[in-house]
């Protein structure tokens, strides 16, 4: 417990800084993955760590979106953009590790580039599986561990910082646990020297 509530603050300081560093992170490395995820949902849609909302502006027409996250001072910001667009998304403070949903209860579950600090992904996985309808879609985009082994190497040079201080993992590969859990990925891509992933997965059964 002591560990999360060091996380959670970590990225409750990091909240007002949050959208510059991503601005950057999408035009240099990420692209167009948070519109081609968010693109593909459809129906009732869960957002497991919404940090700031900056998937808002980016749903269908007639989405109905729920979003959780863990970081009030994220979940403050993405409320201000949720009242300033009009999306009207329902957004609450949860745990990807234990969503406070019942089985079932959604059509789509999306996660953009968070998989990486969450504490347990493999748990949060499970999660998304349990509140996902059969038959239905799970969106994931984030940086993984790449295909160049010299990337690599300072992939883990870095998470001797990262992983202390926000527990940020740069060598994770959610897509590898998929399968296990239950689903069936139907569509993905790799780019950037592998350091980027984005797919989609349907519920098994």
Avoid at 93 to 116: H, K, M, Y
Wanted: a neutral charge; glycine letters at 10%.
């Amino acid at each position: 417990m002591e560990r999360s509530e060091k996380l959670r603050r970590y990225w409750d300081r990091s909240a007002p800084s949050y959208d510059g560093v991503m601005a950057r992170f999408d035009r240099y490395l990420a692209g167009d993955s948070r519109r081609w995820i968010c693109s593909r949902a459809g129906g009732d849609v869960l957002e497991v760590a919404i940090g700031t909302g900056l998937n808002l502006p980016l749903y269908p027409a007639g989405t109905h979106l729920t979003g959780v996250e863990w970081s009030p001072g994220m979940l403050d910001l993405a409320r201000r953009r949720n009242d300033e667009l009009g999306t009207g998304a329902e957004l609450r403070e949860g745990d990807a590790r234990a969503l406070q949903f019942p089985d079932g209860a959604f059509d789509t579950v999306v996660c953009t580039f968070s998989l990486c600090a969450i504490p347990d992904h493999e748990q949060a996985i499970t999660e998304m599986h349990r509140v996902l309808r059969p038959g239905g879609l799970l969106l994931l985009a984030d940086h993984v561990v790449s295909t160049a082994w010299p990337v690599r190497l300072l992939q883990r040079a870095a998470e001797l910082v990262t992983v202390p201080m926000g527990g940020e993992h740069f060598r994770r590969r959610p897509s590898r646990h998929l399968a296990a859990a239950g689903f069936e990925v139907v569509e993905s891509e790799r780019f950037k020297l592998g350091l980027i992933e984005r797919l989609a997965a349907r519920r098994r059964g």
